[in-house]
């Protein structure tokens, strides 16, 4: 069964605390637009610390290396 909009918007404001508090952690200025941002995207860029390792370092995921066994078995 799914959530009354209160508990959703309860959720949002407990996750823009925890930004808030890791915002002011980080010695940046918590604007609205940080705090929406931050609170709605697990990860805020695609740098190669944040973004996704296969795209930066050409690394396989575990269903390409089971893939590539059951393949090279046969």
């Given at each position: 069964m799914a959530r009354a909009r209160?508990?959703?918007r309860y959720?949002?404001?407990l996750?823009?605390?925890r930004v808030r508090k890791r915002?002011?952690?980080w010695d940046l200025?918590?604007?609205?637009f940080r705090l929406g941002r931050y609170a709605n995207t697990p990860k805020p860029c695609s740098c190669y610390m944040c973004g996704n390792p296969r795209k930066h370092f050409l690394?396989?995921?575990r269903q390409e290396y089971f893939f590539k066994d059951d393949v090279d078995t046969e």
């Open positions: 209160d508990y959703r959720q949002y404001e996750r823009k605390e915002l002011r952690w200025d918590p604007t609205p690394k396989k995921t």
